[in-house]
């Protein structure tokens, strides 16, 4: 069935039907309407899943897939236009420029924690680009993979975008055949075998991971803000969000307080039961609550730490005193448990964030502004947000993925559209004045040579003169 839906797709592409910006419109402006005429299902799937409140799905997935779509319709024809570039002497009257074309079929692997998001907003910028795309969302959000599959089917032309549900055995189905692109959202274990998989066709990835996202608290700020905004990211979807924040660095003399803050936000977001707050979710099943929980072994929670292996639920858990090399501080958490790792200044913290893998998102709580400068300068992540958390994701001019462990390439925006289109270089020249080509031409001899630089320069210099831009390189120079 994959290789089927992947034949079909790619023979739907070589037709051309994509090609015309009036269709890639027509399925964009169906794809916005099925976000909006199927909003309850999206949420009551969602509800079954992850235990998502009906009034978190809005905020956290579909306004931002339905501003990527406008976006993508309002600016589609200016992407998809060809773009003039800088000409040199060599070229002046010729027709330069840099061409956006579609890749061709490209293959959509989505994520559970977000099932719609992390599949459409790829979508959104496939179909903008004229490609066409096989949808592969993960089995785990069991609910939202059927619905989707029933939907797209439904608003979207069947063939250019098919759906193939299924486990492990249909995703490596699908990764044995060739396609022009693999987008994939989820772990770096998994992002290593697709990029394996995806390197016997020489396919270009994007592979949008993760990691453990630092989140450094000075003790200068204020501490209790901070705190507010580090719950809302960190236990929000039950903290199972790419670039949540993974751990609290921050000196001894502010734990205490950065403890008593989050408990007390905890409080106010979800009551003193958690486990009873329609506005908190659930572990996405068994074998991740199981992995959760070994993580925590060992530790006595300061905030939280009750469970529930029946309802998947564990509790917003924060841990103090955390020791930098301890199992919790090895692999990225990915559930709604917070450590606090201490350090003793700003420098040691910019040292702790360098001694490991670059994550996707680093976040910092400082008001001195040449500190957060310089905290931006000496390290590296995917992306940086200061004063909050997670919010340069839902900006579509920002770029947003990983570097290095954390992921390569990058969406949102026109990066999407870019990066699942070939940026294709050309120029177009005349068949006439042909004696200006004659000094490229052999038979070459160091007089022929000579005159041909003499008049290269005198060129050059009435260019000047007449305000003409160009760019003439050594290279260009030794050739005339």
Not at 81 to 99: F, G, M
Not at 323 to 336: A, C, D, K, V, Y
Not at 349 to 362: C, D, G, H, Q
Request: hydrophobic share 40%.
């Amino acid at each position: 069935l994959s290789r089927q839906a992947v034949q079909r797709a790619r023979e739907a592409f070589q037709s051309g039907r994509t090609r015309p910006l009036e269709f890639r419109l027509q399925q964009l402006h169906a794809l916005q309407r099925m976000i909006t005429e199927k909003e309850t299902e999206i949420a009551t799937a969602l509800k079954q899943d992850i235990n998502r409140s009906q009034y978190d799905t809005p905020l956290l997935e579909l306004i931002g897939i339905e501003n990527e779509i406008k976006l993508a319709i309002d600016r589609m024809a200016q992407w998809a236009a060809p773009r003039p570039v800088e000409k040199n002497v060599l070229t002046i009257s010729d027709e330069v420029y840099i061409q956006p074309e579609p890749l061709g079929v490209v293959l959509i692997i989505g994520a559970w924690n977000y099932p719609w998001a992390l599949t459409l907003l790829p979508l959104v910028g496939a179909i903008a680009a004229g490609n066409a795309a096989v949808v592969k969302p993960s089995e785990l959000s069991e609910y939202s993979s059927l619905l989707l599959r029933a939907l797209l089917s439904r608003y979207l032309d069947k063939e250019l975008y098919p759906v193939v549900t299924g486990g492990v055995a249909e995703t490596q189905d699908l990764l044995r055949l060739r396609f022009d692109h693999v987008f994939f959202t989820g772990g770096s274990t998994t992002g290593k075998l697709v990029m394996e998989a995806a390197a016997q066709h020489l396919t270009p990835v994007t592979l949008e991971l993760g990691g453990k996202s630092p989140c450094y608290i000075d003790k200068d700020c204020e501490i209790r803000v901070a705190c507010r905004r580090i719950t809302w990211g960190k236990f929000v979807n039950c903290g199972q969000t790419c670039i949540a924040p993974d751990y609290i660095l921050c000196e001894p003399s502010i734990q205490s307080q950065v403890v008593d803050c989050i408990r007390l936000t905890l409080l106010e977001f979800y009551g003193a039961d958690p486990k009873c707050s329609p506005d908190y979710g659930r572990i996405i099943n068994q074998r991740h609550f199981n992995r959760i929980m070994s993580l925590m072994e060992g530790y006595t929670p300061v905030v939280g730490g009750q469970s529930d292996s029946s309802q998947c639920y564990i509790a917003p858990t924060v841990l103090k005193d955390v020791p930098p090399h301890s199992r919790l501080m090895q692999e990225e958490i990915f559930g709604p448990v917070l450590p606090i790792v201490t350090v003793s200044d700003m420098d040691d913290a910019i040292r702790f964030v360098n001694e490991r893998e670059k994550p996707l998102a680093l976040y910092i709580f400082c008001n001195d502004k040449k500190a957060v400068k310089r905290m931006i300068e000496e390290t590296t992540s995917g992306g940086v947000t200061v004063n909050d958390v997670m919010m340069h994701y839902t900006l579509s001019s920002l770029p947003f993925g990983g570097v290095g462990h954390s992921g390569m390439g990058r969406y949102h925006g026109k990066h999407t559209f870019d990066q699942l289109s070939h940026q294709r270089a050309c120029l177009i020249r005349s068949l006439k004045m042909e004696s200006v080509n004659l000094a490229r031409y052999p038979p070459q001899d160091r007089r022929r040579a000579r005159r041909s630089r003499m008049a290269l320069k005198l060129f050059i210099i009435f260019l000047t003169i007449v305000g003409h831009k160009y760019e003439v390189t050594y290279t260009h120079l030794i050739i005339f």
